[in-house]
């Protein structure tokens, strides 16, 4: 195991300073890592994650369909910004062969895991009859590519979505009444209910049956379609703590207690894409990566991450992002573990642990007096992911 996880950070270190000029050996380039750009952008969005296996598959083949998860997650993030310069205006073959290259790094990396985003504001890198192909599709489906490189190489592939957010005030009125949320969007009695807008994008409310329907349906049609090994979720739920967001549902349901009811609808949705991906296969994995902090999950995104944790029938897998350093004020990396491992504790759940690898080098401005930790320790992420890779009780790093 140690000569695993040694080969395993050392490809880690090398691919994430690949590129950059070092200027000593104590010190972070100016642009380690990930490009600064693509680093913007996950900083807002929260996206980018790596989780990690290192026991070949023993099922999949390049000419098989049979589902391929691995017992440790070595696993790669693909956010849908990796798409604006591999498909938007390409054809079929530039696609493949720009994706196969990172599909290859990924693999050479010790990558066994990948988290292809195919569905970021309520649209499609896929060919979906219910939610509108993404602006960068153009006239292939990308999803197929996707799958046969990525498995070509042996890498378990699962589709990554965002339940419940969706399109801003333009991408909503383009939309044709061919789909659910075009419909609703333009229906006085839906247009604030099932759907509400939270700053400049619409969100789906998980407070109606037929949302929730919608997005079971969603997953249904991926799992059913293409030869995904799972379904990947991140912690795009609740988007506001406002309570206008969902006033006449809560009112509707005589409930009390605002945060329990929020918790309960965001818990049958995850229920019901659980019983979707099951239907199709047991072996299909549904993975959950929720925000890093406890009090986050409960008083923000209302997400029932101990009960995930506990119960079984929610999820398979649950991939906290604990994208702290170790001298964080709010959540100390090695304590925040800890709280994790204390909180996965059902025989059905596994525990991958994301770390920020898009910090490197950055200031955590929210970290208090450790808000320089990432730009002095050039070796901050690789101590981390040997932490969690030596602690009982983890299944892989993220």
Not at 37 to 45: E, N, P, S, W, Y
């Amino acid at each position: 195991m140690t000569h695993k996880i040694t080969r395993f950070l050392t490809l880690f270190l090398l691919v994430s300073l690949g590129g950059c000029t070092v200027q000593s050996e104590h010190h972070v380039p100016e642009n380690a890592a990930f490009c600064d750009d693509l680093t913007k952008h996950v900083q807002q969005v929260q996206q980018l994650h790596v989780a990690s296996g290192t026991t070949p598959c023993p099922t999949k083949t390049p000419d098989t369909a049979a589902v391929c998860n691995y017992q440790t997650t070595y696993g790669m993030w693909f956010p849908y910004l990796d798409y604006a310069d591999t498909l938007a205006g390409k054809t079929a073959e530039q696609f493949r062969e720009s994706m196969h290259q990172r599909f290859q790094q990924a693999a050479d990396m010790g990558i066994n895991t990948v988290y292809l985003h195919l569905r970021a504001f309520g649209d499609a890198y896929y060919c979906s009859q219910l939610f509108p192909p993404a602006a960068a599709v153009g006239d292939f489906d990308p999803l197929p590519i996707l799958l046969e490189e990525a498995h070509r190489l042996h890498l378990s592939v699962h589709g990554w979505i965002n339940p419940l957010r969706l399109q801003n005030d333009a991408g909503m009125g383009a939309l044709s009444d061919h789909y659910q949320i075009g419909q609703w969007y333009r229906d006085s009695q839906k247009n604030g209910t099932y759907l509400c807008k939270v700053g400049d994008y619409w969100w789906l409310n998980p407070a109606y049956p037929e949302v929730r329907q919608l997005i079971a349906d969603g997953v249904a049609e991926i799992v059913q379609q293409y030869e995904v090994d799972g379904i990947h979720l991140d912690d795009y739920f609740y988007p506001t703590t406002e309570t206008a967001f969902d006033a006449a549902a809560f009112a509707d349901a005589k409930a009390d207690n605002l945060n329990q009811f929020r918790l309960s609808q965001v818990n049958e949705m995850i229920q019901q894409i659980y019983s979707t991906v099951k239907t199709k296969s047991p072996e299909l994995l549904l993975s959950i990566s929720p925000q890093g902090t406890m009090d986050g999950n409960y008083t923000k995104q209302y997400a029932d991450v101990r009960r995930w944790g506990s119960e079984a029938g929610y999820c398979d897998v649950l991939i906290p992002q604990v994208y702290f350093g170790f001298e964080n004020e709010v959540a100390p990396f090695s304590e925040t573990v800890t709280e994790w491992v204390q909180t996965v504790t059902c025989d059905s759940v596994s525990l991958v642990i994301g770390i920020g690898t898009h910090k490197y080098g950055k200031v955590d401005q929210w970290a208090g007096s450790g808000s320089m930790e990432w730009t002095t320790q050039w070796d901050l992420p690789v101590r981390q992911a040997t932490q969690v890779l030596e602690t009982d009780g983890t299944d892989g790093l993220a």
